[in-house]
DNA sequence: GCCGTTTTCGGCCCGACTGTTTTCAGTCG
């Protein structure tokens, strides 16, 4: 069992406690802690007892008792008794957007509605109108809530969003003039999230209304869900939400620390200022009994100020442990993107990769690296054209002509080498010694049992000649999940092995995962970040990486490719 | 259901928009 498995179940119960008209609190209680269990890295299977289950934030007597049971039999009676008093139907219905329990419940309650097809029917029949609370637009309402729910969209990658994100700011500079004075990108698109589920942007105007109506007439508009002064909602033609809040210009700040989030660290924020006497809103504090305001943030770091605390990084701010490190001034000097000296994944057109080594090269040094790390496939991987041993030699040569024509950059000689089934690499040893990077990956077998899989990659690190475990977990995002493996001993053996783990700074991989590379970092092992790059346009996207990195709480000392090509060889042991 | 330098019981963030309602409940961010 995942932890992602168990946190679904815990999101189940609180729908089901939800529909049942439980206690508000309680059922946040159970996605709390979903929320928290999804970004565990280690596997709850390899808790040894309770009282470590209970250092899981969220986690209480109950909640332990139940994940116990869960492992111990992958069931769990009572989410089995719940689901035996709801419909089955029920909860999807609570996926409709502008539905929430009251309204599902009395849906079900008075009009025995239990699926969507049924809450369609009754939606064209006009029953719904005669419910107290409900009207004719309720109705229409559900009909188009359903609609959306059946074009439902999945999160678009960061490195989708954040692109994108650019080009609507800039329609929306052109269409508000001078209206609109200074807009943002807010959200987990501002925190560097993985993926976002919408794009949030924060604004100040000279003219809010115009600026308003400017941003629901956008040509790149197919809905407006909300359009009110200070706030509005949009769905874009690809069927993606954006959110635009404008407020005045001395709120600024108030308003980009509340739109940045993320809602669990807005909650944290709010109760520390709560205890304090002072009250938090997206429009700046205020004191709790007399309603008096206190501060509007221009700045958004003036609200962590205002209750002592040094300014968090966006990409911290998921209520982890930033405020108990903002508190004891231990938060991280997290990695730069300028402090990256070099990539240390990245393919020619000897493997899968469009563009010649001397291609590569020249990217890599009009972005100010010094050293781009070649790593084509090995034999096994015919797929992607994988080297034989006698085209390894043959780019071992055309690497040397390249470098013999440099003076500050060099292309390091590697393989991406495959790990293959048994756990043995893909090129005898006397090659892989010859060559300066050896980044070791998992490209077929995804389906092995945990345990096998665990063994197969062990034994990889453990042959001694891996420097890079290449993106350790395989999934590609929205489109295939992780294999299964016991990531904690994979990190053991790397550390063993004294090999670096990637970040996979390719958008569809981003492969450690935030939570995974901030266990390896934890545990002593060193991160290398690597673009995966199949054409010279791909090497920029190792920023993703970095945003990942500092999502982990990386510092330049934790990251292989800080280092200058000196000393990486020295300490891959080459030199 | 969880949690505790003011609590082991009684709180648990705060505000915008909509549609229904004559003052607010529900949903969402
Ligand atoms: N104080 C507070 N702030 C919230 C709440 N919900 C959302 N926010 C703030 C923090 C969020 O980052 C921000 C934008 O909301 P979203 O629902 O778009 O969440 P976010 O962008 O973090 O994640 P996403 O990828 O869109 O699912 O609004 C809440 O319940 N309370
Ligand atoms: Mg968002
Ligand atoms: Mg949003
Ligand atoms: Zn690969």
Same mark, same amino acid.
């Given at each position: 069992m995942t932890n992602l498995e168990i946190a679904r179940v815990f999101r189940q119960v609180a729908e089901l406690l939800e529909l049942q008209g439980e206690d508000h609190f309680r059922v946040e209680a159970y996605r709390r802690v979903a929320n928290n269990i999804e970004t565990t890295s280690e596997n709850l299977l390899y808790f040894h007892d309770r009282d470590a289950l209970r250092r899981i934030p969220g986690v209480g007597e109950g909640i332990a008792a139940k994940i116990d049971e869960l492992i111990e039999t992958g069931r769990l009676r009572y989410l089995e008794e719940l689901q035996a008093q709801v419909p089955p139907g029920l909860p999807q219905l609570l996926e409709i957007p502008g539905l929430g329990p009251k309204k599902v419940r009395a849906l079900w309650e008075q009009l025995g509605i239990t699926n969507i097809d049924e809450l369609e029917a009754a939606a064209k029949a006009q029953k719904i109108r005669h419910l107290p609370g409900m009207g004719a637009k309720t109705e229409q309402n559900i009909l188009k809530g359903i609609e959306r729910f059946r074009a439902h969209q999945e999160r678009m990658r960061l490195g989708d969003a954040l692109p994108y994100a650019e080009q609507l700011m800039e329609a929306l500079r052109q269409a508000a003039g001078a209206a609109l004075e200074r807009i943002e990108i807010a959200g987990s698109a501002r925190r560097r999230l993985e993926t976002v589920g919408d794009l949030d942007f924060v604004a100040t105007a000279a003219d809010p209304e115009r600026v308003m109506e400017a941003f629901v007439h956008l040509p790149q508009v197919s809905e407006v869900r909300l359009h009110g002064p200070t706030r509005s909602t949009i769905t874009t033609t690809a069927g993606f939400n954006v959110d635009l809040r404008i407020v005045p210009a001395e709120s600024f700040g108030s308003l980009l620390q509340h739109s940045t989030g993320s809602k669990a660290h807005n909650i944290r924020l709010r109760e520390l200022a709560q205890r304090r006497g002072v009250s938090i809103s997206e429009y700046g504090i205020t004191d $709790? =009994? !007399?309603? =008096?305001?206190l501060l509007a943030a221009a700045d958004e770091c003036e609200v962590y100020a205002f209750l002592d605390l040094p300014c968090i990084p966006p990409e911290l701010r998921e209520d982890r442990g930033e405020f108990e490190a903002a508190a004891n001034g231990t938060l991280p000097h997290l990695l730069e993107l300028e402090q990256i000296r070099g990539d240390l994944h990245a393919h020619t057109s000897y493997s899968d990769g469009a563009c010649s080594v001397a291609e590569m090269g020249d990217a890599a040094q009009a972005l100010g690296y010094q050293y781009l790390a070649l790593t084509d496939h090995s034999p096994s991987l015919d797929v992607a054209h994988g080297l034989s041993v006698e085209r390894l030699l043959q780019r071992a040569e055309e690497i040397d002509d390249y470098n013999a024509g440099q003076k500050r950059f060099r292309l390091l000689n590697g393989t991406e080498t495959d790990i293959r089934a048994d756990g043995s690499l893909d090129y005898p040893e006397e090659i892989l010694e010859q060559l300066d990077v050896v980044v070791a990956s998992v490209h077929t077998r995804f389906g092995m049992k945990r345990e096998e899989m665990t063994d197969r990659i062990v034994k990889a690190l453990d042959s001694g000649h891996v420097d890079v475990l290449g993106h350790p977990t395989g999934r590609l995002i929205n489109r295939r999940d992780p294999y299964e493996v016991d990531l904690g001993r994979v990190l053991e053996a790397a550390k063993r092995a004294d090999a670096a783990v990637e970040i996979n700074a390719f958008p569809d991989r981003l492969d450690l995962r935030d939570v995974d590379a901030r266990a390896a970092k934890e545990l002593g092992v060193r991160l290398a970040i690597g !673009? =995966? $790059?199949?054409?010279?346009?791909?090497?920029?996207?190792l920023r993703y990486g970095v945003y990942t990195a500092r999502r982990a709480w990386l510092e330049p000392d934790d990251v292989l490719n800080t280092r200058s090509a000196d000393e990486l060889l020295r300490l891959l042991g080459k030199q």
């Open positions: $709790a =009994d !007399s309603g =008096d305001r !673009s =995966d $790059a199949h054409h010279t346009q791909h090497l920029p996207l």
